[in-house]
C-alpha cells in the first residue's frame, strides 16, 4: 500500500501520486466514479466490461483498416447510415 500526500490546485484538480499510479496501472483517460463519504472522497476507477472492451478493439481495428483503405470518416458516417436504412 502506498501512502503520500497531494493537494488540490486552483483548477479542482488533485495529483495521484507517480508510484501510486503505477502502483495501480492507471493511465491518462482512466475514469473514476468519485463519491463524498462526511470528510473523505473516495475514488473508484470504472472498470470496462469485458465486451465493452472487446467492442472497442474491434471499432479501433475498424478504423485503421478504413483509414487504410482510405475511407474518410464521412464516408463511414455514409456507409453505417445507409446500411442502417437497409435493415430496417
Same mark, same amino acid.
Given at each position: =500500500?502506498?501512502?503520500? =500526500?497531494?493537494?488540490?490546485?486552483?483548477?479542482?484538480?488533485?495529483?495521484i501520486p507517480n508510484?501510486?499510479?503505477?502502483? =495501480?496501472g492507471l493511465r491518462e483517460g482512466t475514469r473514476f466514479v468519485v463519491m463524498g463519504l462526511e470528510d473523505t472522497i473516495v475514488l473508484r476507477r470504472l472498470e470496462l466490461s469485458q465486451?465493452?472492451?472487446?467492442l472497442k478493439r474491434l471499432l479501433e481495428r475498424s478504423r485503421k483498416m478504413a483509414e487504410k483503405v482510405g475511407f474518410t470518416e464521412k464516408e463511414v458516417d455514409r456507409l453505417i447510415h445507409s446500411f442502417r436504412k437497409v435493415g430496417r
Open positions: =500500500m502506498v501512502l503520500d =500526500m497531494t493537494r488540490l490546485s486552483e483548477k479542482g484538480q488533485i495529483v508510484e501510486l499510479r503505477k502502483e =495501480m465486451e465493452r472492451i472487446r
